[in-house]
Nanobody, 119 residues
Framework: VQLQASGGGLVQAGGSLRLSCAARGNMVKLITMGWYRQAPGNKRELVAVIDSDDGTTTYADAVKGRFTISRANAKNTVVLQMNSLKPEDTAVYYC?????????????WGQGTLVTVSS
């Protein structure tokens, strides 16, 4: 399974960006898809995740009310809409997916996309 992420870039504080991630490859089903981020010198942290069956979402406290994760119309694709961006949102954002295969479950990561928010 490969996670193909797009979006990201440079934006001024208060602006918006949209990240998209598509899971491609052989799988029985997706369990969850989501986004994590890692700023320089920090550990990778959860941003938002969505359950592929019922659409239940989980957000980090730091992004609640500003970011929205949703399932796109395209199969096995999620979108992270990021509004009211702050300089502290600057990080490399990684797409993440838990997938069911016939032999068990696996976790996958995308290549990372840089989000830079200028003050």
């Amino acid at each position: 399974v490969q996670l193909q992420a797009s979006g990201g870039g440079l934006v001024q504080a208060g602006g918006s960006l949209r990240l998209s991630c598509a899971a491609r490859g052989n799988m029985v089903k997706l369990i969850t898809m989501g986004w994590y981020r890692q700023a320089p010198g920090n550990k990778r942290e959860l941003v938002a995740v969505i359950d592929s069956d019922d659409g239940t979402t989980t957000y980090a406290d730091a992004v609640k009310g500003r970011f929205t994760i949703s399932r796109a119309n395209a199969k096995n694709t999620v979108v992270l809409q990021m509004n009211s961006l702050k300089p502290e949102d600057t990080a490399v954002y990684y797409c993440n997916a838990f997938v069911v295969h016939y032999i068990g479950e696996s976790e996958y990561w995308g290549q990372g996309t840089l989000v830079t928010v200028s003050s």
